[in-house]
């Protein structure tokens, strides 16, 4: 809602408020103001001139060279390239020295030969916007009514000293969308006085309903619908001040009559809509429900087909306008129109509101309708609009009107008292400030000992219960004004589970490493519902689901994040690392709910690392992401519980894939996606990983323990095993491990030989050991015996011999 100043000063005295004070009170009693634009920020030297003579430039075809009189001593010529620029029009011009929009300032200057000292303008020069600018003046020069005085400030007379505050309304506050109910919130705001139209309206003999007679069929989408006759209208330009008014707050003058309807639609908030009485085409207003397929023309000259949903105005037959929205082309007031029949109703906003989505109509008056009018403005309004409609288009009213009136609406009655007024705010107000505060509101209140009574207008639909009262108090009151308060009673501070802990861990810990969280649909179709999956059940299938793509529940996240990383190398994002925890869902059979686990998955693409300037690029590979997961463990404390097994999974590359036990339980498996599946997305060689969170996290963890910097050295001992060639390091590793005892500290591969000189179905696998005691420094003697019972292990569980 655009509200200005200047026209509020009308209904509320703002003397000793400025704007942006006004800005600052109106959004601390909670409404935003958005933002405060000065009209004519910037612009000077503008004024009336009189053309007195025009004339062709001698040079120039479209240019005329005119002399103006700009109210100064002598007149003074000036060159105008305005095709509607004629001898006697009332002009704004741009004096010598002037400040126009753009800081662009006027000098004196030469145009193909002619002096020019000044310039004559159109609106759009002087900062309105063309689309609120009268179509008649769209492409030249703006010119003034003949009662204007020359020389008097030209931006003065078009409304354009003032400033203007942009309300951000929210939906419950549809009554500050009028000028009425700003003043009043400013009124209550300032403690001042709200000063209300009193129209007065002479009527002729006639009566309105000889004229025409109004029914009603749809009561319950329009209970009261009110129309005025109005005789011998001239149509003509708007008063200067009206249309000032009206493109300040974003509307295009038309003409007088369409023009005073919109006026009052901004001062009241009531729509009116203007209906060329010889045009109509009967005596009769019927308000139906639209028959399926009926059609109309609307104002936009656009042809509307309408459903049983829709309410219109007919004229008995055919529909003249769409209820609310807008008015049909039949029935527009033209330049002849002669009697005009001035519409006024109630609509109720729902019915409003589908009319004008269904036909992507959203205007002023629908927007007013959805939020709800005030019923009782319905007749001040029409009152105000024929009172206008008769100084300024010289109508006749005619006596009364033609109405149907189904309308029941009683002022909602609340009471509420005092304590609880201070108990919700945590203030200590006093009964004669609450009612001071109702008082200022306009609303009409008695006491009872400390119980308020409120009786609340109609105008303000947003208040219907006690708490809204006390809104209406702390705001007035204001809420700078309310004390500070600390929490009282018991409570319990909030934190995370150990669970949420361990979660947040692996994430902050995956992000660390270079992996980004990609967020998927838990929704999947059915080839990949079942692949790679943990733990193999019946899918789950939707009832009704969006698409075949998003038919059934995942049994693993593996599946979306392919697509992922499909999706970007796609789009040349050549490497990529995503992981995702997420839940996946197995059944417990078609009658019982799935269960829901957590699973943790990544995948990894492309480079790990590229030095550009050594020119040094390193492929992703299965140890990279193995090297991942293990500092993820190691993270958990789980890194000693952790064990890999070569393993054949579906999908997966046979030769590069492993399941994951902790603690001799399988929690998932780690590996290459199959070269066929990569073929198919796409992809080269991409790395995978599934794990059970739950599983991970159930696990019990020792708690953390410190040791002290080393202050002996180690012994480092090297064998290599000669072993058959399907024995994996991992189970040697454990062998040597167990074997080893406390004063084995670390053992890992650094070789695999499997060339010429081995004997058929061998190969030789080379461990290095580290041997520590952090109480003194061991001897060669205490090594070698434990060294000898790891290696006397290994024979016999394995097989394994030391490589001669």
């Known amino acids: 809602m655009f509200v200005s100043y200047k026209w509020l000063q009308e209904y509320v005295d703002l003397s000793g408020i400025t704007p942006d004070e006004l800005a600052e009170k109106i959004t601390r009693s909670g409404i935003e103001v958005e933002g405060v634009e000065v009209l004519n920020e910037g612009l000077k030297g503008i004024v009336i001139g009189h053309v007195l003579e025009r004339e062709q430039h001698p040079d120039a075809d479209k240019l005329s060279k005119c002399l103006v009189d700009i109210g100064e001593e002598n007149p003074v010529q000036i060159i105008c390239g305005a095709p509607n620029v004629d001898k006697g029009q009332k002009v704004a011009v741009a004096t010598v020295g002037a400040v126009l929009p753009g800081n662009f300032k006027i000098k004196k200057a030469k145009l193909r030969g002619e002096e020019s000292n000044g310039m004559i303008c159109s609106l759009s020069e002087l900062g309105i916007e063309g689309k609120l600018i009268a179509k008649e003046f769209s492409e030249g020069i703006f010119v003034f009514p003949n009662d204007v005085t020359v020389g008097e400030d030209a931006l003065e007379k078009l409304q354009r000293d003032d400033q203007i505050l942009e309300l951000g309304l929210t939906a419950n506050r549809g009554d500050c969308l009028s000028m009425l109910g700003v003043a009043y919130e400013v009124g209550a705001i300032l403690n001042r006085e709200v000063k209300l139209p009193n129209p007065a309206v002479k009527t002729i003999s006639e009566k309105a309903t000889d004229y025409v007679q109004i029914k009603v069929e749809a009561k319950e989408d329009n209970p009261l619908y009110v129309a005025k006759v109005i005789k011998n209208v001239t149509v003509t330009p708007s008063p200067l001040w009206m249309q000032g008014r009206l493109m300040a707050e974003g509307i295009r003058p038309h003409n007088n009559v369409v023009d005073i309807t919109n006026y009052i639609l901004l001062e009241y908030g009531q729509p009116l809509h203007a209906f060329d009485y010889d045009r109509l085409g009967s005596k009769e207003i019927l308000v139906r429900r639209a028959k399926v397929g009926e059609k109309m023309v609307t104002l936009d000259d656009a042809e509307r087909t309408l459903t049983a949903d829709h309410l219109v105005i007919t004229n008995g037959s055919e529909p003249v306008a769409l209820a609310g929205v807008m008015g049909g082309a039949n029935s527009e007031v033209k330049a002849d129109t002669t009697t005009v029949l001035l519409e006024s109703a109630y609509f109720v906003g729902p019915t409003v509101r589908k009319a004008s989505k269904d036909h992507g109509l959203r205007s002023e008056a629908s927007s007013r309708f959805e939020k709800g009018v005030d019923p009782n403005r319905v007749r001040a309004a029409a009152e105000r609009a024929v009172e206008l409609l008769a100084l300024y288009a010289g109508g006749e009213v005619l006596d009364g009107e033609a109405v149907v009136d189904t309308l029941q609406v009683e002022p909602v009655v609340i009471s509420i008292t005092l304590e609880k007024i201070n108990r919700v705010l945590g203030t200590n107000i006093s009964i004669e400030e609450v009612a001071n505060i109702f008082t200022r509101l306009q609303f009409e209140t008695s006491v009872d000992n400390e119980t308020i009574t409120v009786t609340v207008p109609t105008r303000r639909g947003d208040i219907t219960i006690e708490e809204d009262l006390i809104e209406e108090v702390a705001r007035l009151y204001g809420y700078d004004n309310i004390p500070s308060t600390l929490p009282m009673g018991s409570s319990t501070p909030g934190y995370l589970t150990t669970y949420q802990q361990k979660r947040r861990t692996v994430r902050h810990y995956l992000e660390g490493a270079g992996l980004y969280q990609a967020v998927t649909y838990s929704l999947t179709s059915e080839a990949k519902a079942t692949q790679y999956a943990l733990e193999t059940r019946e899918p789950i299938k939707l009832a009704m689901p969006m698409s075949e793509d998003r038919s059934q529940l995942r049994l693993s996240i593996i ?101 994951i036990y902790l603690a001799g339980q399988k929690i998932g498996f780690i590996g290459q996606v199959h070269p066929t599946v990569q073929k198919d997305l796409d992809l080269k060689e991409t790395y995978v990983f599934e794990l059970s969170l739950e599983t991970v996290f159930a696990e019990e963890v020792a708690p953390l323990q410190y040791e002290s910097i080393p202050r002996f050295p180690s012994i480092t001992r090297d064998i290599a095993l000669v072993v058959g060639k399907e024995k994996v390091a991992g189970e040697i590793e454990s062998i040597i491990v167990e074997a080893g005892g406390k004063l084995l500290k670390d053992v890992h591969v650094f070789d695999l030989y499997e060339g010429e000189h081995m004997e058929p179905g061998k190969k030789s696998l080379a461990f290095s050991l580290k041997y520590f005691d952090p109480e003194k420094t061991l001897t060669d003697e205490e090594v070698t015996k434990v060294h000898e019972k790891v290696l006397a292990a290994v024979k016999e569980k394995s097989g394994a011999v030391l490589r001669g």
Request: glycine share 10%; aromatic share 8%.
């Open 559 to 659: 599946p979306q994040l392919l697509e992922v990383v499909k999706y970007n190398v796609a789009r040349q994002i050549d490497s990529v690392a995503v992981y995702e925890t997420g839940p996946v869902f197995l059944s417990n059979g078609t009658d019982a709910l799935p269960d829901e686990r957590e699973h943790l998955a990544g995948a990894i693409t492309g480079l790990r690392e590229q030095h550009q300037w050594q020119g040094e690029k390193k492929e992703v590979d299965f140890f990279v992401l193995k090297g991942i997961l293990e500092g993820l463990f190691a993270k958990l404390g789980l890194e000693q519980k952790v064990e890999y097994r070569q393993a054949a999974v579906e999908g997966m590359h046979p030769g590069r894939t492993a399941q």
